[in-house]
């Protein structure tokens, strides 16, 4: 009778762990990356005004603790280096943070490697020593809005083509792209 107490309690403390384990599961942290990249196009949107620079950054700082990832910290780092700059972040500053964290949590993305093709894309426009890498990565990131069906998606897109690496608006068509893609 004694013996048979002791496995009823055995396997009730195990049936508890396995419930508190569970709920810790379910109520713990599902961070991911797409409010990584909005906050970051945010940041890069409103880096004159300081007060909404400051809300980005803090955004920024709050999701990056959030996820705790090691390419993003890494990438959090290199990017505040260059804000508080008299000249603040380059375009590619921003879009190496982006790469940086699509690289470490692509699993939280659905279109992660079309977001990757498309910073290829914006890197090397124009560049004739990459061409071969422009080529792939345009081709898959055309392919890919295609098969999205997304209009905003494909809006944005067919800008970016028609631009043809010139217009003015070339860098913000890109972080257009790159949010629309990353909520989906």
Known sequence: MQRKNVVIAVISIMILFAVIFAL????????TIQPLIQSTIKLRTNLDDPVLRAKAITELNDIVKELDSPGVN??????????PAAEGCSDDDFMNFIISAVNDREKDLT?????????VVHRYWGDTENVIQFSQALTNVN??????????????????????????????????????????
């Open 74 to 83: 890494d990438g959090w780092t290199t990017m505040t280096s260059c804000i």
């Open 24 to 31: 810790v599961s379910v109520f713990s942290s599902n961070a």
């Open 143 to 184: 392919a890919a809005i295609s098969e999205m069906h997304a209009s905003t998606a494909m809006n944005t897109w067919n800008k970016i083509v028609e631009c043809n690496g010139v217009c003015p608006e070339y860098d913000n068509l890109f972080f257009e792209l790159i949010e629309v893609v990353s909520q989906l």
């Open 111 to 119: 279109y992660g490697a079309v977001i990757k093709d498309v910073i």
